[in-house]
């Protein structure tokens, strides 16, 4: 189903579920030899959502060899889609720590969906940690977190309201202080907003942001040309396995401005890494996903305001 002005979701519907395909490939790298995350979170968050098909794959009842059956290179696609995930989360990862390292003790983390930094990342004391998603969302997460025991590494607060409400309210009735440096993260959020609705979360990012805050996200260059059709065929695989996600009408394409350069405009300084010097640098080899995959030409981005 196409998205529409004001639609909302659960964890296994619409764009809620892709927040459970992260976590299910979070789940899946944490337990490859390369060690490059670790989320113990991921999958007992993905069996609590309960998607078939998802629990299957964490739990090691579905092989992604058997994609093959269904769609030519669909495990190869798969694979490369679990590393992708191992190599966005350590970069991410990195960035917050980094952040964290040099004095920040505010981030936000916009989107949040089934992300556990909150819970698993070694943050320093005092720092505080606003999480940003639906008020169901964050509900699930926080309730299925305090039934297996965990808690949070930081001061973790959330604030439970959709990102096209006044959401800068919000974070400030929850504590968020504008006049201290804050690391912001937008992981696999841009490709679900329109492109002005991308341009307003930076304007809302940069007017929250006092000298020496940070900012990391991704930024997909290739949407201007996503062909749906040949996305579905790429997830035919996944559609007999019985994953009812039809992702090609999620995703809002079509041109955009670049994240790095809107940002530049604004006074932040921006670095770009493509994917593949991204998973070189962590020592891996990135997969050929083909010309007609807008994923491949992705950029990691990061910056400093001042």
Do not use: C
């Not at 809620?16 to 999958?43: E, K």
């Not at 090691?60 to 966005?88: K, T, Y």
């Not at 940069?206 to 579905?232: M, Q």
């Amino acid at each position: 189903m196409a998205r529409t002005h004001g639609d909302s979701w659960d964890l296994a519907s619409s764009v809620g579920a892709t927040a459970t395909l992260v976590a299910t490939g979070r789940a899946i790298a944490s337990t490859h030899p390369h060690g490059l995350i670790n989320d113990p979170f991921a999958a007992p968050l993905v069996r609590a959502v309960g998607i078939e098909a998802f629990t299957n794959m964490v739990d090691g009842v579905l092989d992604l060899a058997a994609l093959e059956a269904f769609a030519p290179d669909a495990a190869v696609r798969a694979r490369a889609n679990i590393d992708e995930m191992a190599v966005r989360t350590r970069f991410f990862d990195d960035y917050l720590l980094t952040a964290t390292d040099g004095g920040i003790r505010q981030a936000v983390i916009l989107a949040s969906g089934l992300d556990s930094r909150a819970y698993r990342l070694p943050w320093p004391d005092g720092t505080v940690v606003y999480e940003i998603d639906q008020p169901d969302v964050i509900e699930f997460k926080t309730q299925t977190l305090a039934g297996l025991g965990a808690a949070p590494t930081a001061q973790r607060r959330t604030v439970a309201i959709d990102l096209r409400e006044d959401w800068p309210a919000a974070l400030q009735a929850a504590g968020f202080d504008p006049s201290r440096p804050t690391a912001w993260l937008a992981e696999g959020l841009l490709i679900y907003l329109p492109p002005e609705a991308q341009d307003k979360l930076f304007d809302n990012i940069h007017e929250l942001s006092a000298p020496g805050s940070a900012v990391a996200t991704e930024f997909v260059p290739g949407l201007k040309d996503f062909d749906a059709d040949k996305a579905r065929e790429a997830a035919a695989g996944f559609a007999q396995l019985g994953l009812n996600l039809d992702m090609p009408s999620l995703v809002y394409h079509g041109e955009r401005h670049s994240a790095a350069d809107y940002l530049a405009a604004k006074g932040w300084q921006t670095t770009g890494v493509g994917r593949s010097d991204l998973y070189a640098g962590y020592g891996l080899a990135a997969a050929d996903l083909g010309g007609d995959d807008p994923m491949r030409e992705i950029i990691y981005i990061s910056g400093t305001l001042g």
